[in-house]
């Protein structure tokens, strides 16, 4: 029969390329189910990845983190400096956690375990949480206000977990002792390592059914092809250089120091250059982004410009050019903190979108209120310590077109999914937590709004402890072509004699007695375009659904209602609209 | 003179066809298949039944069972056709629904435009009542009547279909709930009001308000739709009630299915994998795949230890490759779900070419214009049309009501597959055949190998209208050694819902460890829910069989794992030995061990009334001659020989018990066509079930 052979490629191509998938995907809910660490387990996604033994990308979970799949791609060759190749064999399994050697922070752990195949190490298994505690100087990796990487928790070097199948309980064990939560920790290790052994079954099966060069030549092609269908997409913006810069509110730590990511994005050909030249230097405090994390917001923000079902692999990474001058906020030296590096990752995306919207104006975005990070820890009523990471997201930025969804951080974030729910929550920790509600107004307002931000008040029924990580508070996300900022989000204990203390947006152990409340604003996302030019029914729709307030739809949006406060006053809305107009023209 | 004895009427409403089956308590059975007419699928049913009853000469009034297995709940939430529905929750989580759960996976990932879908309640019709209970189930802030009347009013002044109220941790303390429900019947006696302890007691506040609003929002709508539809059986002169196929497998009746109308999301596809799981219980498997192929989709799931596979996390319209259970990509619903893959790949399913890759569905050319062969105006390729050239299907034959035309087929495939591919057409429609062969294996792949369970142990057992041509090859693929397709495989679902009993299935959330729990505290909970189950499926003199599981974990997870609990009083020794089980599902599960101590979190109860219905019609097995049934030859294609061969067709109705055949083959029955490829050999059992078999060329 003519063309057999390629019919039976393509579905071989098929079976192989949906195996590796899948074998990630799989790997990255036994991560997530087995784990201990509450905000993993009641949603957070476990990264879950596939690289070659070249240390190229082949797959990753689908609602992974492109901060995770970025990590261990690029932590890959250090392991491989410490243990080469031919040193490996079947069960072993490595871990480590240094930024600066492709890591993110000391809690975020990476684990490897290689594959086998013709008696040959073909592919690597690759999974990443972040583990409940792992020491530093705050719990539950969120030292706010950490000045280095050794006030950040233990880093590990490449290390052996498993030799040959048997635990090497020597590393465990320094890892327990280093924790506050010793047993989550082991737990969370022995998470990842059951999600590297499930990739590695899938892989062998994969390997013995259809051959290691057969499997090896598809994913070969596979990344090729990603890579040609990129750079076609890329060969469609208009070839320049485009600018953009975004201004980080803070590292906690020098409060008159301005921090800035500075960008010059050049498309070429079907290739795309950036150019991280005049970003600040290396901060201080914890906001430093290692070039794993620089490099997956480079890459999330050019996907945004290509066909989104390009499937993620190293063919992705291999149009892009990337210069991160050393000793800056993108690319700090040694041993700078890192564990806040998401404010300079969405930073580079926010900055890269920023210049490529001038060659796509279709695509100009408000900025986004990103990721607002807690801390609780304390001893409850029966004597137990206890402790867990929170976060809340702030709004989205407007897009043109359409306002920005509420509450979801960042675009290149994975969504609410990874939010524990309240219920299980208060049945694990003694707290009851008082509302959660979308925050009114705070959405940037906008020809297109930014999305809401949050407001959460929770009550402590035993004294606890709070650290707080904020992003873009003390300068709240902008707008962009005219829309104005989202409202800035704040910390704050409730106190019992009344009053509120309002916490620095990076603020570490502070005590809250039994019976306070601590409350979380999140701030809400950009608008795009002049408020003014909003169409006053969706306005009016934004009060009746409780995103806007009477009194917003006036001042931000020179919006008049009726009296019933459910249709518009036309009149007085021209008058009003007319007024703003001649004030700012 | 019309057959007065009592009769089961199962009717099963797929994307093309609505299928039907008619069956007597001593197996005897009567199909028909018409199409679907989606508009107002009960057109369709109520014609199947009185084409059938006709056809069998049935008096109307010997219908002694209706079991319907519908899309109507799932169509009501993805297409969000329902009129508004009021949420009632704790004062300060009124966004609960709104700030939602989503996830952003795969493509979503990269779009800047990415919107989450709106919640099924609207921001203006969700209220907020002061009151507030603690995880252990007590009250920190008190329900007061001007609470409770001020909600009411404000709800009734709304005017809402449907009320659903779900209080924070009512699944410990439901008073509450109860309370606000009870005064919002009152308050606005025309809405369907529901609450969530009522419908589904178990922790995690959003899939729970979840699962209400999906109650309330469908509840009004199957009320109706169920009361049409007796309504019209009734002008047909059939008395019964309809009973209406539960996602987890089991039939509920109509009055059930209106209080608890979520429990019938995923209704049709469940009432596959039982056929399956009942098909492997007559043959003596307990281990079975089930592969349904109809004219739109195929569906798949498993069958293990005589029993379908149930999950715990179904996402209505949800995606990911994990088969509509990634959390955060659909409306989640806490119910049991029979653990099914849906993929777009039926007989209907249309070929394409783009960019020089060549695809096949997810679009269906469904009844209607249908295939290209089918003579009604289709002029796309569809997988039917590549049978039907491969020789699969009888050229001149007949299938859905028409007769197939090969001229037709061989036109659509060469135009818009094999001249763009630069291929001949046979090589188009065996490429056409594989493909689809492909999609249907990832949807194997999704309930066997995803799930980490290997498929190699199993039985394929394939059926639907398409299913029997596929299934020798979708085995092969998992180097699945034994096939059964079921006598009256093309109604395979409809044979299962006049073969399932009367079930219901309850849930409460509980935490206990394991170690301090007494044994008595553990019997009255399961107790207490079998108490339940019994009063649900009222009736005094019915036999009951329970069955008891509960949801376990470590102390300090949060995911849990479910593991079998022994009936009856509990001791000591039984706490001790669900521990033991509990560690050995983990260890199976993740491949790990872990030494922390074990927690009880969920009781599950499933309910089950033994109810008359088709028992498969056993026949005497002999050493026959096929040959009898011998009904032609016709060139069909395998690649096994390198293209066309002669090869004989067999009439499945006049193939008896025990007889043998070699592959290559064909064999016909009335509703479905049977592919035995070379190297494999078929017999028909006792019951005609055709059983294929790789590599015993006897």
């Known amino acids: ?585 | 003179m019309t057959d007065q004895r009592p009769h089961f009427v199962g009717v099963d409403v797929g994307g093309t066809f609505t299928d039907v089956v008619l069956a007597d308590s001593a197996g005897g059975v009567t199909i028909g298949k018409v199409p679907t007419t989606p508009d107002d699928p009960r057109r369709g049913v109520v014609e199947g039944i009185r084409d059938a009853l006709g056809r069998a000469a049935v008096d109307p009034g010997a219908v002694s069972r209706v079991v319907h297995g519908t899309t109507l709940a799932t169509n009501v939430v993805v297409q969000r056709t329902a009129a508004p529905i009021a949420l009632v929750a704790t004062e300060g989580f009124g966004d609960l629904l709104r700030l939602g759960r989503e996830a952003r996976v795969e493509e979503d990932r990269y779009d800047l435009f990415f919107t989450p879908a709106d919640p099924p309640v609207d921001a203006r019709l969700t209220f907020e009542v002061a009151e507030r209970v603690s995880a252990k189930g007590e009250v920190l802030v008190p329900l007061t009547d001007e609470a409770i009347a001020g909600v009411a009013r404000r709800v009734a002044a709304a005017q809402p279909a449907g009320v659903s109220v779900c209080l924070l941790h009512a699944y410990a303390h439901p008073a509450h709930e109860q309370a606000v429900a009870e005064a919002c019947r009152a308050a606005v006696p025309a809405a369907y009001v529901v609450s969530s302890s009522e419908v589904w007691p178990e922790m995690r506040e959003y899939e729970r308000a979840m699962t209400t609003a999906v109650c309330a929002l469908v509840g009004p709508v199957m009320a109706a739709y169920v009361a049409g539809l007796e309504s019209s059986l009734h002008d047909l002169g059939i008395r019964c009630g309809v009973e209406i196929m539960e996602s987890s497998g089991g039939v509920m009746s109509a009055q059930a299915a209106a209080r608890r109308p979520v429990a019938t999301v995923e209704s049709g596809g469940a009432a596959g994998v039982t056929a399956a799981g009942i098909v492997g219980r007559s043959v003596g498997l307990a281990d079975v795949i089930s592969f349904d192929m109809g004219g739109t989709t195929a569906k798949t799931g498993i069958v293990r230890d005589g029993s379908p596979a149930i999950t715990h996390d179904f996402q209505i319209g949800g995606k990911g490759s994990f088969g509509g259970t990634r959390a955060g990509t659909g409306v989640p619903v806490k119910i049991p779900v029979v653990d099914l893959a849906e993929v777009g790949a039926g007989g209907g399913s249309v070929a394409w070419v783009d960019a020089g890759a060549l695809h096949v569905g997810p679009q269906s050319a469904g009844a209607v214009p249908g295939p290209a062969c089918y003579r009604r105006g289709g002029t796309e390729p569809t997988v039917t049309d590549a049978n039907l050239l491969l020789g699969y299907l009888d050229a001149g034959g007949l299938a859905g009501g028409v007769t197939l035309d090969a001229d037709l087929a061989a036109a659509a495939v060469g135009e818009s597959i094999a001249n763009p591919l630069g291929i001949d057409i046979p090589g188009a429609a065996h490429a056409i055949h594989e493909i689809v062969n492909e999609t249907m294996a990832s949807a194997i792949r999704v309930v066997t190998v995803q799930r980490g369970i290997d498929p190699r142990g199993f039985t394929l057992v394939g059926f639907g209208g398409a299913g029997p041509m596929h299934v020798a090859r979708l085995a092969a693929a998992f180097g699945i050694q034994s096939v059964v397709v079921p006598w009256a495989a093309g109604v395979g679902s409809a044979i299962g819902l006049v073969s399932s009993d009367l079930t219901v299935d309850l849930v409460q959330t509980r935490i206990l460890d394991l170690e301090h729990a007494d044994a008595t505290t553990l019997t009255q909970l399961f107790d207490e829910l079998e108490a339940r189950g019994r009063k649900e499926l009222d009736d005094a003199g019915a036999t009951f069989v329970m069955t008891r599981s509960a949801d376990m974990r470590f102390h300090g997870q949060a995911h849990q794992l479910t593991v079998s609990v022994p009936d009856g009083p509990l001791g000591d020794e039984d706490l001790s030995g669900l521990a033991k089980r509990f560690h050995e599902v983990y260890r199976q599960t993740y491949g790990i061990d872990a030494d922390a101590p074990a927690q009880l979190v969920n009781a599950r109860v499933r309910v089950v009334r033994v109810v008359d219905k088709l028992s498969p019609r056993s026949h005497q097995v002999a050493e026959r001659d096929p040959n009898v049934a011998l009904a032609g030859e016709r060139a069909a294609s395998f690649v096994e020989v390198g293209g066309f061969t002669t090869t004989p067709v067999f009439d499945w109705s006049r193939l008896e018990p025990g007889s043998r055949l070699v592959g290559p083959a064909i064999v016909e029955g009335a509703d479905a066509t049977i592919v035995v490829p070379p190297g494999y050999s078929a017999a028909v059992d006792r019951w005609r079930n055709v059983v294929l078999a790789s590599g015993e060329a006897s």
């Open chain 1, 1 to 585: 029969m003519p063309n057999a052979t390629a019919v039976d490629d393509a579905i071989t191509g098929e079976v192989i390329r949906s195996g590796l998938l899948v074998a990630a995907e799989e790997a990255s809910v036994v991560v997530v189910r087995s784990s201990h660490s509450t905000f993993i387990q009641e949603g957070a996604d476990a990264c879950a990845a596939i690289l070659d033994a070249a240390g190229q990308l082949v797959a990753q979970s689908t609602a992974t983190s492109l901060m995770h799949g970025a990590s261990l791609r690029s932590s890959l060759p250090a392991l491989l400096e410490e243990s080469p190749l031919d040193s490996m064999g079947p069960g072993d399994v490595f871990a480590l956690n240094d930024p600066y050697r492709g890591g993110i922070h000391a809690n975020d752990i990476l684990v490897f375990r290689p594959v086998f195949g013709d008696g040959r190490v073909v592919f690597f298994a690759g999974t990443l949480i972040h583990v409940a505690d792992l020491g530093g100087n705050a719990v539950a990796g969120l030292a706010a206000l950490a000045t280095d990487t050794f006030a950040e928790g233990l880093l590990l070097p490449p290390v052996h977990l498993y030799r040959k199948g048997e635990p090497v309980d020597d590393v465990l064990g320094i890892i327990a002792r280093n924790s506050r939560a010793p047993d989550k920790v082991t737990g969370d290790v022995r998470a990842l390592v059951a999600g590297v052994n499930v990739i590695a079954r899938r892989l062998e099966e994969l390997v013995e059914r259809f051959g290691t060069t057969t499997v090896e030549r598809f994913v070969r092609d596979s990344i090729d092809d990603a890579e040609r269908r990129v750079r076609d997409d890329l060969r469609r913006l208009p070839a320049g250089t485009y600018h953009g810069a975004f201004e980080i509110d803070g590292d906690g730590v020098d409060p008159d120091r301005e921090f800035e990511v500075n960008v010059a994005v050049t498309a070429r050909d079907g290739s795309i250059d950036v150019d991280f030249g005049g970003t600040s230097p290396q901060a201080r405090g914890t906001i430093n982004s290692s070039f794993s994390q620089t490099l997956s917001g480079v890459v999330y923000a050019v996907r945004c410009f290509v066909d989104p079902t390009i499937p993620m692999n190293e063919g992705c990474f291999r149009p892009l050019h990337t210069r991160l001058p050393g000793g800056t906020l993108v690319n700090p030296n040694p041993p700078a903190a890192c564990g806040g590096r998401i404010m300079t990752v969405a930073a580079a995306v926010e900055a890269i979108l920023q210049a490529l919207a001038e060659a796509r104006p279709d695509h100009a975005v408000g900025a986004s209120a990103l990721i607002h990070v807690f801390s609780l820890s304390g001893v409850d009523a029966r004597g137990a310590p206890w402790l867990n990471l929170f976060y809340e997201f702030g709004g989205l930025g407007a897009r043109a077109g359409s306002d920005g969804p509420d509450a979801t951080g960042a675009f290149f974030l994975g969504g609410r999914s990874v939010l524990p729910q309240i219920e299980p929550l208060e049945a694990q920790y003694p707290l009851v937590v008082r509302s959660s509600r979308l925050w009114v107004d705070s959405g940037g307002a906008g020809e297109w709004r930014g999305g809401l931000g949050v407001e959460t008040v929770i009550e402590l029924l035993t004294p606890a402890v709070v650290t707080v990580r904020g992003a873009r508070m003390d300068l709240p996300p902008p707008g962009a072509r005219g829309g104005r900022p989202g409202r800035a989000g704040t910390f704050a204990v409730a106190r019992h004699d009344g009053t509120a203390d309002v916490l620095p947006a990076k603020a570490a152990n502070v005590e809250i007695a039994a019976g306070e409340r601590f409350v979380l604003r999140t701030s809400g996302g950009g608008g795009l375009g002049p408020p003014e030019r909003r169409d006053p029914h969706r306005v009016l729709a934004d009060v009746l659904a409780g995103r806007v307030s009477a009194e917003g739809a006036a001042s931000d949006y020179a919006v008049v209602l009726d009296g019933s406060g459910t249709s518009i006053d036309q009149p007085a809305t021209d008058r009003l609209r007319d007024e703003r107009i001649a004030e700012h023209p």
